[in-house]
């Protein structure tokens, strides 16, 4: 299938070899063999769910450390909007934002900002004749990868639009070049993110293209240092520029706001995803123009890398959306020209990994052999086996990589066989003996 690379990886020395992730993860991409949990790479979307679930913190999210920031000139730094809500509500944004020059960045530019020109480009798209709906928000990687994975007939639905961190990439390094006249290769923006999809977002972009963006830091990492920094920072600097509508972005409900169509619906929690995704595929949702879907309960407020619990991360972010009304009076921000080429994005394609083979004909033999398999099974899908499911059992096996006596219950039916047949032939005797 080819060379994969996934932020979400596993411990193992932590692993205890329990079935709480295999349950959890919405594309069955964990199997546990030989006492260990094996994340399935071409299957995984790193949506972060094992993470939050495993009780032993074997799963983890790779991340660039602060360091990485010492390999260029000019370090800009992407706060995503989530970052604001885990600090105390005493440290305004701007505060925050200067913070970030305490510990090594040169500027720093708010992923907010460009939320709201994404937002804009969305507005145009919903407006278009022909479109089709319900339109489906791209901005979250673990969703994208979803729909490639497991939801095909949707993938022209997605919005063909780059993340706000993409745009806001490209944004800072232009505005840097034309601003400060700074040669682009000295220049490195880093993104700080709530979430490991986009961490694989920027080392393995979608189709292989380049991403934006050189680095990944998780808020978890960077939290304590800005803390510490957080009181010594000098404000002199205005940095707190984006609008109350790029702020929202960080809570479910914010993009959907910000598109300005009353037929929208706003689902997070990735199993709540899907639950959408079937009754869309199925026909079974109507009037709805627009989805904003994201993987994280909460949304970006949610994330497996933040640090502060989710419902008082949204109370926090409610203060600075209000403060930003206050200055806005209530208005949409007035957008500065833009090069509308910069939030255009390529195809997205069906990763067909759910497949049982390439030829049609092998796949339904395989099929008919799995459904036969599944039939025998005892259907408790219990984990017991390693798989998550009866069902996905029986496709291991199919697929060569399980064997129907991995069923604990398959097992003893064979043991007790054995047994009965041991039985049998210790009552038997040769014939030459009386």
């Known amino acids: 299938m080819g060379e994969y690379f996934h932020s979400v990886t596993l411990d193992e ?3 205890k070899g329990c079935t709480n992730c295999i349950k959890r993860c919405p594309t069955e991409a964990i199997r546990v063999r030989h006492g260990k949990a094996r994340i399935i790479n071409e299957r995984c979307i790193d949506c972060g769910e094992c993470i939050r679930i495993c009780p032993y913190h074997a799963k983890k999210a790779i991340t ?37 020059f305490r510990i090594g ?3 720093v530019y708010e992923v907010a900002r460009a939320a709201e020109y994404v937002s804009d ?5 919903l407006s278009e004749e022909g479109i089709r709906k319900p339109l489906i928000s791209s901005a979250c990687p673990a969703i994208v990868r979803l729909i ?19 745009v806001a990439a490209k944004m800072a390094k232009k505005k840097a070049v034309e601003k400060k006249g700074i040669d682009p290769s000295d220049i490195g923006v880093f993104f700080i993110t709530p979430c490991a999809a986009k961490a694989t977002s ?8 380049t991403s934006s963006v050189d680095g990944v830091i ?26 109350f509508e790029g702020l929202r972005w960080a809570n479910s409900g914010g ?21 959408i995704f079937e009754a869309v595929e199925n026909d079974k949702l109507e009037g709805i123009d627009f989805i904003e879907a994201l993987a994280c309960t909460g949304g970006c407020l949610g994330g497996p890398l933040t640090v502060e619990n989710v419902y008082v991360a949204k109370s926090r972010l409610k203060q600075h959306v209000e403060e930003a009304k206050a200055v806005q009076k209530g208005r949409r921000r007035k957008l500065e020209p833009y090069d509308e080429s910069i939030v255009w994005t390529g195809e997205i394609v069906y990763k067909p990994v759910l497949k049982l083979d390439t030829d049609i004909e092998k796949a339904m033999k395989k099929l008919e052999a799995l459904e036969k398999i599944y039939s025998g099974l005892p259907g408790l899908d219990c984990g017991a086996c390693g798989a998550p499911s009866c069902r996905a059992l029986a496709e291991d096996i199919v697929r060569g990589i399980a064997y129907e006596t991995d069923c604990i219950f398959k097992l003893r039916e064979k043991v007790r066989d054995l047994a009965a047949q041991m039985k049998e032939l210790e009552e038997k005797t040769p014939p030459t003996m009386s």
């Open 121 to 125: 480009a969305t507005r145009k798209l």
């Open 218 to 243: 998780s808020i978890k990492s960077i939290y304590l240092k800005l803390l510490a920094n957080l009181e010594k920072a000098d404000e002199s600097k205005q940095l707190a520029k984006a609008g």
């Open 148 to 166: 490639q994975v497991r939801f095909p007939n949707l993938i022209d639905n997605l919005v063909r639009l780059e993340s706000p961190m993409e």
């Open 13 to 15: 020395a932590k692993c």
């Open 255 to 275: 993009e959907g706001l910000a598109v300005g169509t009353d037929n929208f619906l706003a689902v997070d929690g990735i199993h709540n995803v899907i639950s």
């Open 202 to 209: 920027v080392k393995a972009p979608y189709e292989n293209k």
């Open 105 to 107: 960045f040169d500027d």
């Open 64 to 100: 660039d450390d602060l360091s990485v920031i010492n390999g260029y000139k000019y370090r800009i730094a992407l706060p995503a909007p989530s970052l604001y809500s885990q600090f105390k509500p005493v440290y305004g944004r701007n505060r925050i934002l200067n913070a970030f």
